[in-house]
């Protein structure tokens, strides 16, 4: 039992990695990794979802009718994403602005979608956090690196929480000129692109 | 007039999968084909349009009315979903040739974040209905536009020879980021 577990929760993190090896959920992705900051506040909340909708799913699996199963998900996906917009609103008004639409939008994020249907509606309660918990964990982090990328190279800075810079390359170098095609929108392609490849090289096992 | 503006900034400008990345999965999901890339673009500009006027009609009349603007979330996607399985129903009923075309794209729609996202982006900047209603149309017709030309684009790229790490979707990533970078060149035409 723990050690499967264990499993669950591990797979999120390497083998199952969100945004890298199961290519899903990219618009969050691309749009809101600007800055290391909005990422990991994107992946934070998605976690969030992620985990409660996953439990939820997962305690009525014998109550709710297969035909209208994905009706009934989405009904509580919603609740929750609407439950961390109020959340991040109280809580963190900056980060709420900076994310815009894809608060809501992470209902139709299939990556929230996928688990409660491929995982959470047949498995224990237990399990399906574990799941989620992986699963969102490593999509935060996959997300909080993109932004790393993207923020060093585009702007020059670090940005982990709070809105200001961490590392400034200003601060080492006077003359720094960031490339700032990476903080545009086609940079978050191309930038995605690349560290898909890089991903490619390292075997998943 | 205006809505010639409204037309150039939401095809060219904001163009909603290489400006505010928006459908991104369909987007490398379906452009491998021209066939599937068309189907698509469709199926999208049929349940876009739909979707925004009754999001709107929605939000204006029910949502503000009863000063539950909070439900926003759930109603929305609760009424994308069952607007895609009416389509669907109607559609195999009474057209089953286009039935036939847009086939399974139509239940993947529900999940397609740029219809919501349209829907979003509507009641955000505050349009109008007949505004909603261009954009919606705009919006998709910009959707259909960049996913047909990254179809094209990616059906030549199967003939080239790809670095192993690169290849499928990373090069369609890198790919996408170019087609991106020639559409910023219509910043600031309006």
New interface residues.
């Given amino acids: 039992m723990a050690q499967s577990l264990a499993k669950e929760f591990t797979k999120g993190l390497w083998a199952e990695l969100p945004p890298f090896r199961l ?6 992705v ?2 809101v990794t600007k800055t290391v900051e909005n990422g990991l506040g994107m992946g934070i909340a998605t976690t969030f979802v992620l985990v409660f909708s996953n439990l939820l799913v997962s305690m009525l699996r014998n109550v709710i009718p297969t035909k209208v199963r ?2 009934c998900y ?2 509580i996906i ?2 929750f ?2 439950i961390v ?2 959340l991040a609103q109280a809580f963190a008004y900056p980060l709420f602005l900076a994310l ?2 894809f608060i ?2 992470i ?4 990556i929230v ?1 996928g688990r409660a249907e491929a995982f959470a509606s047949k498995n224990t309660p237990v399990m399906a956090i574990a799941d989620g918990l992986g699963i969102g964990i490593g999509f935060t982090l996959s997300l909080g690196a993109i932004g790393l990328v993207r923020e060093f190279l585009g702007a020059g800075t670090i940005t982990i929480w709070g809105g200001t810079p961490v590392f400034d390359m200003t601060s080492v170098f006077a003359n720094f000129q960031p490339f700032g095609f990476m903080i ?7 930038a ?3 560290m ?3 991903m ?2 390292i075997p998943s096992k | 007039m205006e809505y010639f503006e409204l037309a150039i900034g939401c095809i060219f400008i904001n163009n909603i999968l ?8 369909p987007f ?1 999901g379906t452009s491998k084909k021209m066939e599937t890339a068309v189907g698509m673009s469709m199926a999208v500009v049929f349940v876009m349009v739909m979707a925004g006027i009754f999001t709107w009609t929605v939000d204006t009349y029910l949502l503000k009315g009863l000063g539950v603007e ?5 109603s ?3 009424v994308i ?1 069952s607007l895609v399985q009416f389509v669907e129903m109607f559609l195999k009923k009474s057209i089953p040739g286009l039935y036939a075309g847009l086939g399974i794209f139509l239940p993947l729609i ?4 740029a219809v ?2 349209a829907c ?2 509507n009641i ?1 900047k505050e349009y109008s209905f007949m505004q909603a209603l261009a954009a919606s149309f705009f919006y998709a017709i910009g959707f259909g536009l960049a996913l047909i030309l990254f179809a094209g684009v990616r059906e030549r790229i199967n003939l080239a020879r790809v ?5 499928d ?10 087609i ?2 020639t559409f ?1 060149a219509f910043k600031g035409m309006v």
């Fill in positions: 290519v899903l959920g990219l618009c969050p691309l749009a994905i009706a989405i009904v919603a609740t994403v609407t917009e109020f815009g639409i809501p939008l209902v139709v994020n299939c979608l545009e929108a086609p940079g978050a392609f191309v995605l692109g690349l898909l490849a890089v490619n090289l | 290489l400006a505010q990345f928006l459908g991104n999965c490398l909070y439900l926003r979330t759930v929305f996607i609760l979903a529900t999940t397609n974040c919501m996202g979003l982006l955000s670095p192993k790490a690169l290849q979707t990373s090069i369609g990533l890198v790919t996408a980021g170019m991106a970078l910023t």
